[in-house]
């Protein structure tokens, strides 16, 4: 039976594969990294361990590229050409459909995807964009894979590196610790610094995306002209926080345009 093959046994296959089986995902799943120790975490997962490279290629319905982007090209190297017609999904950061399209051999369909870590509890976002002339019904194949784990949305392929800057989890992860240190330094203990800049952050966008009031509205809400909220927002601004969180971005985008040169 064809299977669903990861090719790379690192964080977001581990994420991807925890995902899916928390969604009770039924499909054949088969993982292959050349380093055999970065199997052994998937050994009790439900999915199958393949050390052999072209021996999981050859069982690939969905075959999913997921290494480092400086390792995509030497990897596909030692795929070489195939006559199978399959669709092969990179998440390779940074690297376009221009510079894989055809690597495989004219019958491998492309597309690119860009799945967030939280999908490891079934909540994840992913952005997939394919390369002219996909078919529909694999389209749909892809879209059942990581719509398995989250929300999955078409983003144009020029959009794709700001995408990636902008949605990664690490984002919430960096703020909440940000403001609970900030918060310890004004007094609070460990736990309840956690406990406000937790409920800052993740109840307040929760609460947003239930509420269906625009965020401006409950920016104007929350923050009282001339209150202590407001203050804190101004300071934050008048001291470069909006510009610090441009910047980071593109510095981010840069490093993906770095990737697509490799």
């Known amino acids: 039976m064809k299977a669903i093959v990861f090719l790379g046994a690192g964080r977001i296959t581990g994420a991807l594969v925890a995902g899916l089986r928390v969604a009770n995902f039924n ?38 590229i997921a290494v480092r982007p400086q390792s995509v090209v030497e990897l596909l190297k030692q795929i070489g050409e195939t006559r199978a017609a399959f669709t092969v999904i990179s998440l390779a950061a ?61 983003v144009p392929e020029n959009k794709f590196d700001a995408f990636t800057v902008t949605y990664s989890s690490s984002h919430g992860y960096h703020a909440l610790a940000t403001l609970a240190e900030a918060a310890e330094r004004c007094g609070l203990d460990r736990k309840t610094a956690l406990l406000a800049a937790a409920h800052a952050l993740a109840d307040g966008v929760d609460a947003w995306r239930r509420s269906g009031v625009s965020l401006e509205k409950l ?25 610090a969180v ?17």
């Open 94 to 154: 940074g690297i376009p459909l221009s510079k894989l399209r055809g690597r495989l051999g004219p019958n491998v369909r492309w597309v690119r995807a860009m799945p967030s870590p939280v999908c490891r509890i079934a909540r994840g976002l992913t952005a997939v964009a394919y390369e002219k002339g996909f078919p529909k019904g694999a389209r749909r194949e892809v879209t059942n894979l990581f719509g398995a784990v989250g929300q999955v949305i078409e």
């Open 246 to 262: 441009e910047r980071g971005l593109r510095a981010g985008m840069r490093k993906a345009r770095a990737n697509a040169r490799k």
């Open 27 to 64: 499909k054949p799943i088969i993982i292959h990294d050349h380093h055999s120790r970065n199997l052994k975490p998937f050994e009790k997962s439900g999915a199958k361990v393949e050390p052999v490279l072209h021996r999981a290629v050859q069982r690939a319905r969905l075959l999913v």
């Open 219 to 243: 920016l104007e809400e929350a923050a009282t002209p001339g209150g202590i909220a407001a203050t804190v927002m101004t300071t934050m601004n008048e001291r470069g926080y909006r510009e």
